[in-house]
């Protein structure tokens, strides 16, 4: 699988002083006396504070589709089976390996 920065990360709306909105996704919260890495910033007249949440939640996601993908692997046939294909292709798809 990828390797991707690990989480969990958070987000946070910049200060109000600025000339646009802006939502910051980071590896740590800014009161945090830790460098944050920039995972991403979200930009624009009308940022959504909903965008930044499902990106922060990324890390998670990630991993609880690992697991479920684990806990699928044992059914053989069926809708469980099919529901295993579709999250491999997906975790195939986040991990890069795979042409879209």
């Known amino acids: 699988m990828s390797k991707h920065t690990s989480g969990p990360w958070t987000w946070y709306k910049l200060p109000a002083d600025r000339d ?3 939502r910051m996704v ?4 800014p009161k945090v006396k830790a460098t944050p890495i ?4 979200i930009f624009g007249s009308m940022p959504s504070d909903a965008d930044a949440r499902l990106i922060a939640m ?4 990630f991993s609880y589709l690992k697991s479920l993908l684990d ?6 046939g069926g ?6 294909q579709n999250i ?3 975790l195939t798809k986040i991990a890069g ?3 879209e």
Not at 58 to 61: F, L, N, S, T
Not at 71 to 76: A, D, K, P, V
Not at 79 to 84: D, F, M, Q, T, W
């Open 79 to 84: 809708v469980a089976a099919e529901e295993r």
């Open 58 to 61: 990324a890390p998670e996601m």
């Open 71 to 76: 806990s699928l692997g044992c059914i053989e």
């Open 20 to 22: 646009a909105e802006e």
């Open 88 to 90: 491999l292709n997906l």
């Open 97 to 99: 390996t795979k042409d």
């Open 26 to 29: 980071l590896t740590a919260s």
């Open 38 to 41: 920039l995972i991403a910033g």
